[in-house]
Protein backbone atom coordinates (compact mmCIF):
# COMPACT_ATOMS: atom_id res chain seq x y z
CA UNK A 1 0.00 0.00 0.00
CA UNK A 2 0.95 3.47 -0.62
CA UNK A 3 2.16 5.98 1.96
CA UNK A 4 -0.15 7.49 4.60
CA UNK A 5 -0.72 11.01 4.02
CA UNK A 6 -3.87 11.69 5.92
CA UNK A 7 -4.47 10.42 9.20
CA UNK A 8 -7.01 11.82 11.40
CA UNK A 9 -6.98 9.96 15.67
CA UNK A 10 -9.89 10.65 17.64
CA UNK A 11 -11.22 13.53 16.14
CA UNK A 12 -14.37 14.64 18.17
CA UNK A 13 -16.80 17.87 17.11
CA UNK A 14 -19.49 19.43 19.20
CA UNK A 15 -21.58 21.88 18.20
CA UNK A 16 -23.26 23.03 22.07
CA UNK A 17 -24.69 20.27 23.40
CA UNK A 18 -24.81 18.25 20.17
CA UNK A 19 -21.79 15.98 19.58
CA UNK A 20 -21.72 15.51 16.24
CA UNK A 21 -18.45 13.06 15.54
CA UNK A 22 -16.94 11.00 18.66
CA UNK A 23 -13.75 9.81 18.40
CA UNK A 24 -13.42 9.21 14.67
CA UNK A 25 -10.14 7.58 12.62
CA UNK A 26 -9.37 7.83 9.18
CA UNK A 27 -6.30 7.09 7.05
CA UNK A 28 -5.99 7.69 4.02
CA UNK A 29 -2.76 7.17 1.67
CA UNK A 30 -1.28 8.62 -1.98
CA UNK A 31 -2.85 7.13 -5.32
CA UNK A 32 -5.67 5.60 -3.45
CA UNK A 33 -9.39 6.68 -3.38
CA UNK A 34 -11.50 5.94 0.05
CA UNK A 35 -14.76 6.86 0.03
CA UNK A 36 -16.38 8.00 3.08
CA UNK A 37 -20.25 7.01 3.40
CA UNK A 38 -23.14 7.39 5.89
CA UNK A 39 -26.78 7.99 6.43
CA UNK A 40 -27.72 11.49 6.77
CA UNK A 41 -26.66 12.82 10.16
CA UNK A 42 -23.69 10.26 10.21
CA UNK A 43 -21.42 13.13 10.31
CA UNK A 44 -19.44 12.75 7.00
CA UNK A 45 -20.01 16.66 6.03
CA UNK A 46 -18.89 17.56 9.80
CA UNK A 47 -15.66 15.55 8.99
CA UNK A 48 -14.77 17.02 5.73
CA UNK A 49 -15.21 20.81 7.36
CA UNK A 50 -12.90 19.55 9.69
CA UNK A 51 -10.33 18.08 7.23
CA UNK A 52 -11.14 21.34 5.19
CA UNK A 53 -10.41 23.49 8.12
CA UNK A 54 -13.59 25.49 7.47
CA UNK A 55 -14.82 23.69 11.24
CA UNK A 56 -11.95 22.66 13.33
CA UNK A 57 -12.04 19.65 15.91
CA UNK A 58 -13.03 20.38 19.25
CA UNK A 59 -10.74 17.45 20.12
CA UNK A 60 -8.39 14.75 18.40
CA UNK A 61 -5.55 14.94 16.10
CA UNK A 62 -4.76 15.63 12.54
CA UNK A 63 -1.62 14.24 11.06
CA UNK A 64 -0.05 14.60 7.46
CA UNK A 65 2.40 13.42 5.45
CA UNK A 66 3.81 11.88 9.14
CA UNK A 67 3.39 15.28 11.06
CA UNK A 68 0.96 16.81 13.22
CA UNK A 69 -1.03 19.42 11.47
CA UNK A 70 -3.38 22.40 12.80
CA UNK A 71 -6.28 22.88 10.36
CA UNK A 72 -8.00 26.00 11.91
CA UNK A 73 -8.79 27.79 8.29
CA UNK A 74 -9.29 26.70 5.05
CA UNK A 75 -6.10 28.86 3.92
CA UNK A 76 -4.36 26.26 6.15
CA UNK A 77 -5.24 22.97 4.67
CA UNK A 78 -4.79 24.68 1.10
CA UNK A 79 -1.20 25.66 2.18
CA UNK A 80 -0.61 22.05 3.41
CA UNK A 81 -1.85 20.78 0.62
CA UNK A 82 -5.43 19.56 0.54
CA UNK A 83 -8.27 20.67 -1.90
CA UNK A 84 -11.61 20.64 -1.57
CA UNK A 85 -14.33 20.35 -4.22
CA UNK A 86 -17.80 20.72 -2.43
CA UNK A 87 -21.13 19.92 -3.72
CA UNK A 88 -21.64 23.63 -5.30
CA UNK A 89 -18.67 23.46 -6.90
CA UNK A 90 -18.28 27.35 -6.26
CA UNK A 91 -18.01 28.24 -9.92
CA UNK A 92 -18.98 31.42 -11.77
CA UNK A 93 -21.57 30.91 -14.38
CA UNK A 94 -20.63 34.26 -16.44
CA UNK A 95 -17.03 33.11 -16.62
CA UNK A 96 -15.63 31.18 -19.03
CA UNK A 97 -13.52 27.96 -17.87
CA UNK A 98 -10.16 29.55 -17.85
CA UNK A 99 -10.83 32.47 -15.86
CA UNK A 100 -12.95 30.33 -13.36
CA UNK A 101 -9.90 27.96 -13.17
CA UNK A 102 -7.49 30.72 -12.17
CA UNK A 103 -10.10 33.15 -10.21
CA UNK A 104 -8.51 34.14 -7.51
CA UNK A 105 -4.67 33.30 -8.60
CA UNK A 106 -4.57 34.67 -12.06
CA UNK A 107 -1.38 35.08 -14.04
CA UNK A 108 0.13 39.17 -15.15
CA UNK A 109 2.07 39.55 -17.54
CA UNK A 110 5.38 41.21 -15.85
CA UNK A 111 6.81 44.67 -16.90
CA UNK A 112 9.91 45.03 -15.37
CA UNK A 113 9.20 45.56 -11.80
CA UNK A 114 5.61 45.42 -11.96
CA UNK A 115 2.75 43.27 -12.70
CA UNK A 116 0.99 44.01 -16.04
CA UNK A 117 -2.08 42.64 -17.88
CA UNK A 118 -3.74 39.13 -17.33
CA UNK A 119 -1.16 36.90 -18.68
CA UNK A 120 -4.39 34.95 -20.82
CA UNK A 121 -2.63 33.35 -23.29
CA UNK A 122 -0.58 31.91 -20.82
CA UNK A 123 -3.21 30.98 -18.63
CA UNK A 124 -5.47 29.38 -21.44
CA UNK A 125 -2.53 27.33 -22.58
CA UNK A 126 -2.18 26.12 -18.78
CA UNK A 127 -5.86 25.33 -18.69
CA UNK A 128 -5.75 23.38 -22.11
CA UNK A 129 -2.59 21.13 -20.74
CA UNK A 130 -4.27 20.45 -17.55
CA UNK A 131 -7.65 19.64 -18.92
CA UNK A 132 -5.90 17.33 -21.59
CA UNK A 133 -4.06 15.65 -18.98
CA UNK A 134 -6.63 14.67 -17.18
CA UNK A 135 -8.59 14.11 -20.27
CA UNK A 136 -11.75 16.31 -19.72
CA UNK A 137 -13.26 16.95 -22.79
CA UNK A 138 -15.22 20.50 -23.19
CA UNK A 139 -15.95 22.25 -26.40
CA UNK A 140 -13.73 25.41 -25.89
CA UNK A 141 -11.56 26.62 -22.83
CA UNK A 142 -13.48 29.86 -23.60
CA UNK A 143 -16.96 29.10 -23.18
CA UNK A 144 -18.79 30.36 -19.84
CA UNK A 145 -19.09 27.42 -17.85
CA UNK A 146 -23.22 27.67 -18.08
CA UNK A 147 -23.16 26.02 -21.03
CA UNK A 148 -21.33 22.83 -19.58
CA UNK A 149 -22.91 19.73 -18.84
CA UNK A 150 -23.13 18.76 -15.27
CA UNK A 151 -20.08 16.35 -15.63
CA UNK A 152 -18.57 18.97 -17.55
CA UNK A 153 -18.64 21.60 -14.70
CA UNK A 154 -17.98 18.92 -12.06
CA UNK A 155 -14.51 18.32 -14.40
CA UNK A 156 -13.86 21.93 -14.02
CA UNK A 157 -14.14 22.52 -10.31
CA UNK A 158 -12.09 19.28 -10.11
CA UNK A 159 -9.30 20.81 -12.21
CA UNK A 160 -9.44 23.90 -10.48
CA UNK A 161 -8.29 22.15 -7.37
CA UNK A 162 -4.80 20.50 -8.89
CA UNK A 163 -3.65 24.09 -9.72
CA UNK A 164 -2.13 24.42 -5.93
CA UNK A 165 -0.74 20.92 -6.69
CA UNK A 166 -2.70 19.21 -3.55
CA UNK A 167 -1.59 15.63 -2.24
CA UNK A 168 -5.05 15.24 -1.06
CA UNK A 169 -8.78 15.86 -2.80
CA UNK A 170 -11.68 15.72 -0.88
CA UNK A 171 -14.99 15.60 -3.32
CA UNK A 172 -18.43 16.01 -1.53
CA UNK A 173 -20.98 14.08 -3.41
CA UNK A 174 -19.21 14.60 -6.79
CA UNK A 175 -21.61 12.75 -8.78
CA UNK A 176 -24.89 13.99 -6.79
CA UNK A 177 -27.70 14.77 -9.76
CA UNK A 178 -25.57 13.99 -12.76
CA UNK A 179 -26.64 11.91 -15.57
CA UNK A 180 -25.26 8.30 -16.37
CA UNK A 181 -22.78 9.53 -19.28
CA UNK A 182 -21.90 12.88 -16.82
CA UNK A 183 -21.26 10.26 -14.00
CA UNK A 184 -18.91 8.41 -15.62
CA UNK A 185 -17.02 10.97 -16.90
CA UNK A 186 -16.57 12.17 -13.15
CA UNK A 187 -16.00 8.51 -12.08
CA UNK A 188 -12.79 8.48 -14.80
CA UNK A 189 -11.83 11.33 -14.19
CA UNK A 190 -11.15 10.35 -9.71
CA UNK A 191 -9.32 7.55 -11.38
CA UNK A 192 -7.12 9.30 -12.99
CA UNK A 193 -6.57 11.42 -9.97
CA UNK A 194 -6.04 8.42 -8.31
CA UNK A 195 -3.46 7.39 -11.21
CA UNK A 196 -1.36 11.23 -10.34
CA UNK A 197 -0.89 9.26 -6.88
CA UNK A 198 -3.27 11.76 -4.92
CA UNK A 199 -4.94 10.66 -2.33
CA UNK A 200 -8.82 10.95 -3.19
CA UNK A 201 -11.65 10.81 -0.40
CA UNK A 202 -14.34 10.59 -2.11
CA UNK A 203 -17.94 11.43 -0.01
CA UNK A 204 -21.40 9.33 -1.34
CA UNK A 205 -24.47 8.37 -1.29
CA UNK A 206 -24.28 6.41 -4.10
CA UNK A 207 -22.44 2.65 -3.28
CA UNK A 208 -22.54 2.30 -7.04
CA UNK A 209 -20.10 4.71 -7.67
CA UNK A 210 -17.92 3.66 -4.85
CA UNK A 211 -17.35 0.00 -6.08
CA UNK A 212 -16.85 0.97 -9.02
CA UNK A 213 -13.91 3.43 -8.79
CA UNK A 214 -12.39 3.55 -4.71
CA UNK A 215 -10.14 1.46 -3.11
CA UNK A 216 -11.84 1.42 0.55
CA UNK A 217 -14.67 2.60 1.96
CA UNK A 218 -15.05 3.96 5.57
CA UNK A 219 -18.16 4.32 7.12
CA UNK A 220 -19.87 6.66 9.73
CA UNK A 221 -22.88 6.19 11.54
CA UNK A 222 -24.07 8.46 14.48
CA UNK A 223 -20.95 10.32 14.26
CA UNK A 224 -18.65 7.27 15.10
CA UNK A 225 -16.43 4.90 12.99
CA UNK A 226 -19.07 2.11 12.03
CA UNK A 227 -16.14 0.04 9.64
CA UNK A 228 -13.65 0.38 7.54
CA UNK A 229 -14.01 -2.34 4.05
CA UNK A 230 -11.63 -3.18 1.26
CA UNK A 231 -13.61 -3.20 -1.88
CA UNK A 232 -12.13 -5.69 -3.08
CA UNK A 233 -13.39 -8.41 -0.35
CA UNK A 234 -16.36 -6.38 0.60
CA UNK A 235 -19.60 -6.77 -0.28
CA UNK A 236 -22.56 -3.83 -0.49
CA UNK A 237 -24.13 -6.23 1.79
CA UNK A 238 -21.19 -5.57 4.59
CA UNK A 239 -21.19 -1.78 3.79
CA UNK A 240 -25.17 -1.20 4.08
CA UNK A 241 -25.47 -3.16 7.64
CA UNK A 242 -22.16 -0.70 8.60
CA UNK A 243 -24.22 2.11 7.53
CA UNK A 244 -27.44 1.05 8.93
CA UNK A 245 -26.62 -0.84 11.87
CA UNK A 246 -27.90 -4.02 11.05
CA UNK A 247 -26.67 -7.57 12.41
CA UNK A 248 -23.74 -8.90 10.37
CA UNK A 249 -23.93 -12.53 9.09
CA UNK A 250 -21.54 -13.27 12.37
CA UNK A 251 -23.71 -11.94 14.84
CA UNK A 252 -22.21 -9.23 15.76
CA UNK A 253 -24.45 -6.18 15.92
CA UNK A 254 -21.40 -4.54 14.50
CA UNK A 255 -19.40 -4.09 10.94
CA UNK A 256 -16.36 -6.29 10.19
CA UNK A 257 -13.18 -4.18 9.94
CA UNK A 258 -11.15 -4.83 7.04
CA UNK A 259 -8.36 -3.63 5.14
CA UNK A 260 -5.15 -4.69 2.81
Known sequence: ?????????????????????????LDLRAGEALALVGDNGAGKSTLVKCISGVSPPTGGEIWFAGRPARLERPQDAVALG?????????????????????????????????????????????????LRTLAVSIPSVRIPVASLSGGQRQSVAIARSLLGDPAVVLLDEPT???????????????????????????????????????DRVAVLRLGRNAGTFDIGSASREDVVAAITGADTAHGTGRAEVRSR
Open 176 to 214: AALGVAQTEQVLDLIVRLRERGLAVLVISHNLADVFAVC
Open 82 to 130: IATVYQDLALCDNLDVVNNLFLGRERRRRLGRFAGALDEIGMERSALDL
Open 1 to 25: MSDLVLSLRGISKRFGAVQALTDVD
